[in-house]
């Protein structure tokens, strides 16, 4: 009945818990290069020693009762060989005819998985919180990977790829396993068919199975890469927006060539569904900052804008006040000089009163003479002396000066006769 059942069983006789039978899935567990009867359980499982499991044997074969352990925590194998994995389990006594305790059944059935699952989905909820509390875009990823690679049983390493705006390129977005030069040489590979496992995810827009990339011809291009990063195959599913639009992929790597089970596909959507969220939550993130700069940009063109109309309304109506006070200043001086005497308004022998001295133009071929002569004064005051004044006339280059023939300024002799100079 055990040879096909997946528990863990095994026959074990006498104190020193020699290994009489077991199934397969025993010697699966501890490894099938164990697989050996008729040698003590701490001879061939060294490891247990200091875990209790050899202690409660002990206690089982003396006591005669049985013992039932849940979810209990076993590390096999040593060193980079180590396996974390949890198991339910009885220790029941074997009684000879007489009652006589002669050995102990084990009977296991491992539950690594579901403590697996129950801590992802703690991890999960983790996540989700982060996002929640807009934790930024790489922690989030980086946590995940980080969380997935810790949690899974069979040495998965994760990568999570972002697509540019296009839609067009992959970028690094978290790749905590895998070797830096792997994840420089994959940096802004086109997405397209047969583009590698996530190029073609993301071109398709569905998972791409890649069970040994050694020989898949998706892998071509990126075959001695894989190689000699130490990948044997790859479970690359795309990350989608609500709309359909690519956001990214979501991969898990194995060493070894290997078909995905029912719970690496399970685990690639939930954190793929998850890695679109926390993708989407920060791409709004981006949009709001971005409208917030543009916003605030704005309000400083604004107020630039309106500081500036201010000073130059400022300014108009400083000039506008020194014009009305230039204007004023104009009419109070033409009212000044509207009630003064005008030297054009006096002649000789004019009219009695106009104290401003006329003037008599007299022009010669040395220029116009201005004769400044002044109104007799009225008796007792001392008459001011005549002013003679020249003016010089500029003349054009080889042009003689003309002298006036004519005119009420050219003196006359006796008989009215122009008097010619010269």
């Not at 992959?170 to 583009?195: R, S």
């Amino acid at each position: 009945m055990f040879g096909q059942s997946i528990a863990v069983f095994a026959a074990l006789s006498g104190p020193a818990h020699v290994v009489e039978a077991a199934n397969p899935a025993f010697f699966a567990t501890i490894g099938k290069d164990r697989a050996r009867i008729g040698v003590p359980v701490a001879e061939l499982l060294p490891e247990l020693a200091g875990q209790g499991f050899l202690d409660l044997l002990d206690q089982v074969y003396r006591s005669g009762e049985p013992y039932t352990g849940r979810d209990a925590r076993v590390v096999l194998d040593t060193g980079t060989q180590a396996r974390e994995m949890f198991f339910d389990f009885t220790y029941e006594p074997r009684r000879d005819p007489s009652g006589t305790v002669i050995g102990i059944r084990v009977i296991g059935v491992e539950t690594t998985q579901i403590k697996d699952a129950q801590r992802l989905l703690t991890k999960h909820r983790a996540l989700l919180e982060q996002i929640a509390r807009q934790a930024p875009l790489t922690e989030v990823l980086d946590g995940m990977a980080r969380s997935i690679e810790n949690l899974s049983p069979h040495g998965v390493l994760v990568s999570i790829l972002l697509a540019d705006p296009d839609g067009t390129h992959l970028l690094h977005g978290a790749a905590p396993g895998l070797p830096g030069f792997y994840n420089q040489a994959i940096e802004g590979i086109a997405t397209g068919d047969g583009v590698g496992s996530c190029g073609t995810a993301a071109h398709r827009r569905e998972p791409v199975i890649t069970t040994a990339i050694s020989t898949d011809p998706a892998w071509e291009a990126f075959r001695d890469l894989a190689e000699a990063a130490g990948l044997g195959s790859c479970l690359s599913m795309p990350i989608l927006a609500r709309d359909g639009h690519l956001l990214g992929t979501f991969a898990l790597y194995h060493r070894t060539p290997r078909t995905p089970e029912d719970i690496d596909l399970a685990l690639a959507r939930l954190f793929a569904d998850t890695a679109a969220l926390a993708i989407e939550r920060h791409h709004i993130e981006q949009a709001q900052q971005a409208a917030e700069a543009s916003a605030q940009s704005a309000l400083e063109e604004l107020t630039k804008t309106v500081r500036s109309e201010r000073q130059l309304r400022a300014e108009a109506e400083q000039r506008a006040a020194a014009a009305a006070e230039l204007n004023a200043r104009m009419r109070a001086a033409a009212a000044t000089q509207a009630d003064r005497p005008h030297p054009d308004h006096c002649q000789l022998g004019g009219a009695t009163g106009c104290a401003e001295p006329a003037e008599i133009k007299i022009t010669d071929s040395l220029g116009p003479l201005r004769l400044g002569l002044h109104r007799p004064r009225r008796r007792g005051h001392p008459q001011r002396p005549v002013g003679v004044h020249r003016q010089r006339r500029t003349r054009r280059p080889g042009r003689l000066p003309q002298p006036l023939t004519s005119g009420p300024n050219v003196p006359a002799d006796h008989e009215g006769r122009s008097i010619r100079p010269g």
